[in-house]
């Protein structure tokens, strides 16, 4: 199938109006709230999406009470017979960096130049920051003011899907079995499947996030992650006195994390490397309390560094006398690849549509995680599409309007191969 010039242009100008629209809601998640969703905020977008949803005339239309969006759009006529599958995208942003009050910046014909945002002078993006930039000389790039994120991860892919679903509705020519659109909430603190309804997901063929990078992206493999929470008690004493006496806790977790290889850390790996990522520390001299991440794609990595906290442990209990080290570690998500690997026809059909909508496929690996990686290890297979945007989690965000059209081009494309 190719997709007439029409199609194209309405797709252009649909997709960049609805991202547009979507990144002014702020969608923050929260590690620190216990609930679901973590941020009351978020329904708000689920609100605004289910509206529309029900607007384009979607049926079972569902925004639940954790903040899921559910929706069903019947086969082509004559095409009921042909596999169901989904598309999904998350509704929520990192706390990396805030996304309230979004003021977006549209760059023209980027000519190649540093990149500058009006609310920051010191803030700039450079070639040397993303060398993707040399690709995409003469594209409009759009970028947040100077003190937000921009929200392309991933109310993009809340746009691309909505745009393919609006122009599903108005041009029957593009042929599509039943597809099931899904938006989640707080994926950003990895719970972006905690509540899904799976009896809706376990009647479809697979899916397909919409919460990659680059344009030509394909993503079937995803770190396998475990968090580790590191509880240090000690024993407060006046400091005048404390000789012998005094543990102090900030003090010992301290030396605890000057003893992580340096080379091990998110700032000296790439590509296939894992690392330990010590994100949190506070406390005082009676108690501290320690968050990391351990991330790796190859599990057998992480159980070595799970040994070696523990091994930390045991050394520091031992060199400081009554002091007591809580150690917990939780299994976030498995490497999708384990699982991918027995549907090949998932990642050949994406594979197609990005080829078909004149891009080069870009088989990658994802250094962080996926609603996709959860849901395949819940037995639907769902690799991971480009959305676009790129220096994700920051105040650089960017994203350039040729992917929010070429992600929309693909996910129309895919539902077509599925009914060839």
Not at 90 to 105: E, L
Not at 382 to 402: C, D, V
Request: charged share 30%.
């Amino acid at each position: 199938m190719e997709i007439s010039k029409e199609v194209q242009d309405f797709i252009q100008e649909n997709v960049l109006e609805r991202f547009l629209r979507y990144i002014l809601v702020d969608t923050t998640s929260s590690d620190e709230t216990g609930t679901h969703p973590s941020t009351p905020e978020q329904l708000e977008l689920g609100r605004m999406l289910k509206e529309e949803l029900l607007e384009l005339g979607l049926e079972n239309v569902i925004h639940d009470e954790y903040g899921y969006v559910y929706s069903d759009l019947p086969a082509s006529q004559g095409y009921e017979d042909a596999p169901s599958i989904s598309f999904l995208a998350h509704i929520d942003t990192s706390q990396a960096a805030s996304g309230k009050n979004v003021k977006y910046q549209i760059h023209k014909n980027y000519d190649g130049s540093d990149i500058t945002f009006p609310n920051d002078d010191k803030l700039t993006i450079s070639v040397k920051d993303s060398p993707e930039l040399l690709e995409m000389i003469g594209l409009d790039i759009i970028t947040a003011s100077g003190d937000t994120l921009l929200g392309a991860d991933d109310k993009a892919g809340i746009a691309e899907i909505m745009t393919a679903v609006t122009a599903w509705k108005k041009y029957p020519e593009l042929k599509h079995g039943h597809i099931v659109i899904c938006f989640t909430p707080d994926e950003e603190i990895g719970e972006g499947t905690l509540k899904i309804d799976m009896e809706k997901m376990n009647q479809l063929k697979c899916g397909y996030t919409l919460d990659g990078g680059k344009m030509g992206e394909l993503e079937t493999e995803c770190f396998d992650a475990w968090k580790a929470e590191i509880e240090f008690i000690g024993l407060s004493v006046h400091p005048g006195y404390a000789k012998n006496k005094m543990i102090n806790a900030i003090d010992v977790a301290a030396r605890f994390f000057s003893q992580i290889p340096e080379f091990e850390t998110p700032e000296r790996t790439e590509k296939r490397e894992g690392f330990y990522h010590l994100y949190d520390l506070k406390g005082g001299a009676e108690k501290a309390e320690a968050k990391m991440i351990l991330r790796d794609f190859n599990e057998e990595e992480n159980k070595r560094r799970m040994e070696y906290l523990q091994s930390l442990k045991n050394t520091f209990e031992n060199l400081y006398r009554g002091l007591e080290i809580k150690l917990e570690f939780t299994h976030s998500y498995e490497n999708m690849i384990k699982f991918l690997n027995s549907y090949p026809e998932v990642a050949e059909k994406a594979e197609k549509a990005i080829i078909a909508a004149g891009l080069e496929v870009n088989y990658s690996y994802i250094r962080g995680g996926t609603d996709g990686a959860r849901l395949s290890a819940k037995g639907l297979p769902t690799p991971n599409l480009f959305a676009g945007g790129m220096l994700l989690h920051s105040r650089k965000e960017y994203i350039p309007t040729k992917a929010l059209q070429k992600a929309t081009e693909a996910i129309l494309l895919i539902a077509n191969n599925w009914v060839e």
